[in-house]
C-alpha cells in the first residue's frame, strides 16, 4: 500500500514540473529569437500544437488513467516529457522546435487529469491539499521563468531545456521504484463531497464551462506573455534577462499564496462563497496593466496573478468535489480539454493582439473575457453540504 504523503509529494513534483515544462519556451523564446534570426511574434505560434495538444491529450490520458492504471501514466509522464524537454535543446530548425514543443504538450496532457485525481483519492483535506498542489503549479510557473532567464543569459537555451529534463527523468525513475498501482475505489475520498439539488446540476456545468474558458484562456495568455510584458514596460528598471525572471518569479509568488488561502477556505465554505468575491478581481486588474510599467506594472501583475491561480483552485476543487472516484480522471479529462484547448489558442491570440495594438490592446481584450467570469460565479447554485463517507 502506498503512503498517501508519499504520492502527494511526487504528485506536487509533477504539477511542478508540468507547468514549467509548458512555459520554457515563453521565457526562453526572448533569447531564442535572435538565435534562430525570427521575431518574438513569428516564433511564438510554434508553441500553439503543444498547448493544444496539452489540452485535447488529456481525453486519452484521462481515460487511460481511469481504465488502466494512473501510477503507471505517472510514470510514462515523469520520462516522457523529460525526454521531450531534452530534445528541444538540441533542435535547429522551426519545423524541429515546433515537433519537439508538440512532444512537451503531448506527455504534459497527462498530468492534470491524472495527477489531480490521484491528489483528489489520497488527500484527507480536499481543499487543503488542492491549494498546496496548486502552490507547487504555481512554484513550477514562477521558477520556469526565474531558472529560465538565469540559464538562458549565462549557459544559453538549450541547456535552459536540457537541465531540467535530465532531472524530470531521474524524478520519474524514483517515482516508479517507490510507487505501485494502486486500486483507490472505496477509500473514504472515493465519493463527492458535495451535492446540489438535481434541477440545479446543469447550473454547476454551464458554470464551470464558462469559468474554464474564460479563465484558461487569459490564464495562459498571461504567463506567456509576461516575460515579454515585463521586457518591455520595465525597461527602465532592468534590462537584464535573469532580474526580469526574478521579478516574474516573485510576482507568481503571491499567486502561489493565493491558491494555498483559497484551498483553505474550501474546506471551510462553499465553493460560491469563495468563487464570487475572486470573480471580481481579474477584469478590473488585467485593464490597468493595459497602460502601466515599472513598480505599477508588477503591482497590478500581483493583482492579476492571483485572480487567475485563486479561480483554478476552485475550478479544480468544483470537479473533486462533485464526481465519484470512478470517474473522477474523466471528470478531470474533460475540465481541461475545455481549458486547455481555449489555453492553445490563446498563444496565437496573444500574437495576433500583439501585432494589432501591443500589449495595451492584448491586455484590454482579456479583460473584457473576464467579465464572463463573474457571470459564472452567478450561475452557481448554493451546495447542500454532505460529509465524505468513512469506508475503508
Known sequence: ?????????YVNA??????YSMLIFAAAVIVMGPALGMAYSELLPYATPGFIAFGAGSLITGWLGDRWSR??????????????????????????????????????????PVGTAMIVSYADKLGREMGLNGVWGNLGVASSALVTGVIGQYLGWRLAFIIPGLVTVLIGIAFALTVVHEDRKGTKQAAAQARVAKKDMWRVILSLLIVVIAISTTFNAVTVALPKLFAERLADLTKSPALLGVIAAGVYVFGAMTQYTIGKLLDRHSLKTVALPLSFMLAPFL??????SDLPLILVSIGIVMGAFGQVTVNDAMVGKYTSEEWRSRAYAV????????????????????????????????????????????????EIRTPAPQVN
Open 1 to 9: 500500500m502506498n503512503s498517501p504523503g508519499r504520492v502527494i509529494a
Open 14 to 19: 509533477a504539477h511542478f514540473i508540468d507547468h
Open 71 to 112: 501510477r503507471h501514466m505517472m510514470v510514462i509522464f515523469f520520462i516522457g516529457i523529460g525526454l521531450s524537454m531534452i530534445s528541444v535543446g538540441f533542435v535547429s530548425t522551426p519545423l524541429q522546435l515546433g515537433a519537439a514543443l508538440l512532444a512537451i504538450g503531448v506527455f504534459a496532457s497527462i498530468y492534470h
Open 287 to 292: 485593464y490597468l496593466a493595459a497602460t502601466l
Open 335 to 382: 475540465r481541461y480539454f475545455v481549458g486547455f484547448t481555449a489555453a492553445g489558442a490563446s498563444v496565437g491570440l496573444v500574437a495576433w493582439l500583439y501585432e494589432q495594438g501591443g500589449f495595451v490592446t492584448m491586455l484590454q481584450a482579456f479583460a473584457g473575457l473576464c467579465l464572463l467570469a463573474i457571470a459564472a460565479a452567478i450561475i452557481l447554485p448554493n
